[in-house]
């Protein structure tokens, strides 16, 4: 599931529409979250109470290739 990186990436907006899509239940942004530890295992519901914007971050973040958020 790697993306590649834009030439002009505005990543914090991303990971914020994202952030907003899985808190109103955006059902395919849930395997990105997935790729953070914590939320391997979690239910939708779970992951959808529990994320916070690190989270969202981190996940994409590792989607494109690097091991953490800079």
Do not use: C, N
């Not at 991303?14 to 849930?30: C, N």
């Not at 519901?45 to 971050?57: E, F, G, N």
């Amino acid at each position: 599931m790697t993306r590649s990186l834009p030439d002009k990436p505005k990543l914090k907006h991303e990971a914020k529409r994202i952030l907003s899509a899985v808190k109103t239940g955006a059902a395919d942004e849930f395997a990105l979250l997935r790729l953070v530890e914590k939320h391997t295992e979690s239910t939708e519901k779970k992951i959808q109470l529990s994320v916070t914007l690190l989270d969202v971050q981190l996940a994409l973040a590792r989607d494109y290739g690097y091991s953490g958020w800079p």
